[in-house]
C-alpha cells in the first residue's frame, strides 16, 4: 500500500472511531465529548502520525535547512539569512521543543496501549522511535527534562532536568529493551501506520540496533569503556541484534508527493530560493573530486559548483552564483527524508574498528571503504567512478580516524542533527563562527547547542535557572557532555 492510500485508510479509521463514539451515545454526558479529540485511537494510527510529524517539523526548511544543515556545514542560506547568522526565532525554538515532547509522548502512548494489546512490536517500534527523538533533543539543548518529562497526565506539570549523560544511559538501555524484545520474534504486526518499513519488523529490528551503534560513538570519546560495551555485544552476536546491511535497509520516510504529503524540502522551494550548498562541503567534494558532488549540488549558472558560507555576510553575488540542492534532495514532490542510512552504521564500525574494540567480520579499512561505497550507491554513482574515487590518495585508507570521520560527515547530507553533533564530537571539518554573525573574533566555531526556549523560562523557570546559567550567547556555553574538544568556544 503506497504512502498516500496510508493517510488516507488512518483518516478513515479515526472518523470510524468518531462515527462510532457518536452512534453509541447514550447519555448527555457522553454527547458532550468532542468528536474531533477521540478518547481512543489505534496504535498503528499514532504511530503513522507521529512519522509523518517527524518528518514534517525536525526534517524541514527551519529545523533542518535554515539551521542544523547550516551548523553542520551542509546547506547554507542565500537570502533572509539571519537563522544561520544565529538571529533565532523565539517561535521556532519554542515549536521544535514541543515538536520533540509531542512527538515523544504520543510514542509513550503506544508502549501503554501495547502492554494492554499484548503488541510486543509495536511497543518495541515505539520504543526505538522514540529513543532516536531523545537523542536528537539531548544533542540539540544539552541536559533536558526527561524521566519525569511525559508525566503531564499524572500531575508533573514543571519536570527537572536530567543530565546528558544519564540521558544517554537512558536512551541506550530503552534501545537495548526494544532490541531483546525484538529479538524474542513476536507475531504481532504493525498495521498499515508503519510509513517508515511497511510492517516489516525486521527492519525495525536492525534499526534500533543501528541506532544503539550511533549512541554508542557519540559517547565514544568521553565513556570509551561504555561505548566499547555496547558496540561490542551488538556485532558480537548479528542474529540476535542484526545492523542495517545495505540501503535497502536505510531509514527513508518517502512521501507520496501530493499535496498535503509532500517532501519539506521541496515544498519549502514552491514558494521559496532562500538556500544552496554550504562552501564548506563543496570544497572538500571538489578537492577530492567526489562524483556525490553532482547529486547533492546543481551547477551553478556558470556550469560550476559553488556554495556559500554558513551565515555569510550579505552579498547581491550570491543568490545568482551559488549552487542550488541537489535534484534527488530537493526538487522531487515524493523525495524522501533521512532518519538513518546503512553508510552512517558502517562508519560507526569503521570507528570502533579503528579504537581497537571487537567488530567480527570487520577492519577499520574494510568497514571504512565499505561505507564510502554504500554512500555512492545510494547516490547512484557509477562503479567504475566509486573505483577512481577510492584509488585516490587523499581517500584511500591511510590509518588515520579523522578519514572515517569525514567520510561520515559528507555521507550525512540532509541530515543536519546528525551531521551537526558528528562535528561537534570531532571537529572534523573545523567550521568557524559564521563570518556574516555578531560573533567573529567572539567565538570560533559554529554554535555548541540550540537556545532554551522562552516557553520553558516562562512556565519552568525554576528548574531551568541552573542550566540557562551554562549558557553564552544563547548557542555557546558549556559543551555536550560528549564534546571533549578543547580549545574552542
Partial sequence: MNMKKIVNFNILLVLVLIFSSISCTKNFEEMNVNPNQPSDVPSTNILAFDLRYVGDNLFNAWQGMNEMCSYAGHISKIQYIDEARYQFREGTVNNAWAYYYYAMNDLKVIQTKSDAEETPNMKAVAMT???????????????VPWR???????????????????IYGDILAQLKAAADIFAEGHSDGLGDGDLLFGGDVSKW????????????????????????????????DPGKYPVMESNSDNAFLYWPGTSPYKEPYYEDSETRDDHGICSVIVDIQL???????????????????????????????????TSRIGAIYRDDPAGFTPFMRCAEVLFCIAEAAKNGWSTPGWTAQSAYEAGIVASMEENGVAQGDIDAYLAQSQIAWNNDIKQIQLEKWICLYKQGQEAWAENRRTDVPVIDVAPGSAYVGVHNRQP????????????????????????????WGEQMWWDKRTGVN
Wanted: hydrophobic share 35%.
Fill in 129 to 143: 522511535f522514540q529513543a532516536m527523538l531523545l537523542q536528537m533533543t539531548t544533542d540539540q539543548w544539552g541536559n
Fill in 148 to 166: 519525569n518529562s511525559l508525566l503531564g497526565m499524572e500531575g508533573t506539570t514543571l519536570p527537572t532536568y536530567d543530565p546528558q549523560d544519564q
Fill in 205 to 236: 529490528q536492525k534499526f534500533c540496533n543501528s541506532l544503539r551503534l550511533r549512541a554508542a560513538i557519540r559517547m565514544s570519546i568521553v565513556n570509551p569503556g561504555g561505548a566499547k560495551a555496547v558496540i561490542e555485544e551488538v556485532l558480537g
Fill in 287 to 321: 578537492a577530492n573530486n567526489d562524483p556525490r558532488l553532482p547529486v547533492y549540488a546543481h551547477p551553478n549558472p556558470d556550469g560550476i559548483y559553488k556554495g556559500v558560507d554558513p551565515g555569510a555576510v550579505d552579498n547581491s553575488d550570491i543568490v545568482p552564483t
Fill in 448 to 475: 555548541f547547542r540550540y537556545p532554551y526556549p522562552t516557553t520553558e523560562a516562562n512556565l519552568n523557570a525554576l528548574n531551568l535557572e541552573p542550566e540557562a546559567a551554562k549558557v553564552v550567547d544563547q548557542f
